[in-house]
């Protein structure tokens, strides 16, 4: 699954980068609507996909996930540094940068906890093996975490984009 991710961030990112001088923060908010809507996609494909079809409807899905990843993330970096003087440039990158981080590293604490929550010691060391009901549910309730970052982080990118065009 990670490689459509990276995949169709790494295809729309420079795109990305050229756009958002005109679209600006619309396209932060357009970003984010596609991580979400692609998260909870991502849950119904792990639930809902014929068993033969699982490989093509997740891998699609994660691809649009990261697709809307990188129409968020190139063109919030640029937005974020956008005002701030060049002479202190390097320090608001490298705070930005060290932000990114931490959030990146308590959103994957959280998503973690999120899944490993619902399975028991049987789902994980069973004698069968892996169980894959137990790890739908529990990569459900991951992807039930990100959708709910991401779902906020859109609700304020929307309310940064309005306020952006009254001023």
Known sequence: ???????GSAIIAPVAGRLVSRAGRLLVVGGTALVTASSFALILSAHEAPRGWLILATGITAAAFGIGAGLMMTPNQALAVEHIP???GSTAGGLFQTLQRVG????MAIVTL???????PADISGPAGRDYPAF???FGWGMAAIAAFTALACLVALIDAV???RH
Do not use: C, K, N
């Open 104 to 107: 990146s590293a308590i959103g």
């Open 136 to 138: 739908a549910g529990a």
């Open 114 to 120: 999120a899944f490993y929550s619902v399975l028991t």
């Open 86 to 88: 060049v002479e202190t």
């Open 1 to 7: 699954m990670q490689i459509p991710i990276a995949g």
């Open 163 to 165: 306020r952006e065009r």
